[in-house]
T-cell receptor, first 113, second 114 residues
C-alpha cells in the first residue's frame, strides 16, 4: 500500500519558534509538494521539489523554506513561526509527469500561539 | 496561468438524490484533470482522473465525471448520495508537459441529509 507519512498529526508551537514538518514517501516518487489548506481558500502550494536538493517556490513561499536531502524525505521549515501560519499542512508526492496523480499524507494541523 | 473554478462552496443533497459538483478549468489545451475527496481531519484521496482516454471517467465509491472540452468542464456526479459521501471535494488540474504540480479549486463541501 502506497504511503506518504507526515511526522505529526497535531502540533502546537509558540510564536517565533523554528518549526520542522517532516514528510516521507515510500513510492520512489520524483516530485514532492507542500500545501497549506485554509477554509475557503482550498489548497495553496508552498514549495515543491522534483529532485533531490532541487526546490521551486509555489504560490505562497514567504515565511517558509524546504529541504530535500534524500529522495524519500521532504521537510518544510517555518523559520520563525507566526500566528498567521496556523493552518493544516499537507504533503504530497507524485511521479515525474503531470499524468500521474499525487498521493497525500494525513496532514499536520499546526497551531501557533 | 491555469486556474480551476468550483461552483458552490457548499452543496447539500438528500440521501438517495443525485450529486452534482461542478468544476471548470481555464486552459485552452485540455489538461489532466483530477477529483479528490477529503474526509474530516484526513488527507486527500483520489476519486478519479482524466488523462485523455475516455471522456467519461469512472472512479471509486460510485462517482464519475465527464470531460467536456467545449465547456472546459469536468463535473463530478453520483446517481444516489449516501450519508458516507459527506466530505469536501476538490477538483485539480495538471498542465500537459508540466512537472506535475497540481492546481486546486477551492473545494466544495458536500452535506447529505437523511
Amino acid at each position: 500500500d502506497v504511503k506518504v507519512t507526515q511526522s505529526s498529526r497535531y502540533l502546537v508551537k509558540r510564536t517565533g519558534e523554528k518549526v520542522f514538518l517532516e514528510c516521507v514517501q515510500d513510492m520512489d516518487h520524483e516530485n514532492m509538494f507542500w500545501y497549506r489548506q485554509d477554509p475557503g481558500l482550498g489548497l495553496r502550494l508552498i514549495y515543491f521539489s522534483y529532485d533531490v536538493k532541487m526546490k521551486e517556490k509555489g504560490d505562497i513561499p514567504e515565511g517558509y523554506s524546504v529541504s530535500r536531502e534524500k529522495k524519500e524525505r521532504f521537510s518544510l521549515i517555518l523559520e520563525s513561526a507566526s500566528t498567521n501560519q496556523t493552518s493544516m499542512y499537507l504533503c504530497a508526492s507524485s511521479g515525474l509527469t503531470g499524468l500521474t496523480e499525487a498521493f497525500f499524507g494525513q496532514g499536520t494541523r499546526l497551531t501557533v500561539v | 496561468a491555469q486556474s480551476v473554478t468550483q461552483l458552490g462552496s457548499h452543496v447539500s443533497v438528500s440521501e438517495g438524490a443525485l450529486v452534482l459538483l461542478r468544476c471548470n478549468y481555464s486552459s485552452s489545451v485540455p489538461p489532466y484533470l483530477f477529483w479528490y475527496v477529503q474526509y474530516p481531519n484526513q488527507g486527500l484521496q483520489l476519486l478519479l482522473k482524466y488523462t485523455s482516454a475516455a471522456t467519461l471517467v469512472k472512479g471509486i465509491n460510485g462517482f464519475e465525471a465527464e470531460f467536456k472540452k467545449s465547456e472546459t468542464s469536468f463535473h463530478l456526479t453520483k446517481p444516489s448520495a449516501h450519508m458516507s459521501d459527506a466530505a469536501e471535494y476538490f477538483c485539480a488540474v495538471n498542465e500537459r508537459g508540466s512537472q506535475g504540480n497540481l492546481i486546486f479549486g477551492k473545494g466544495t463541501k458536500l452535506s447529505v441529509k437523511p
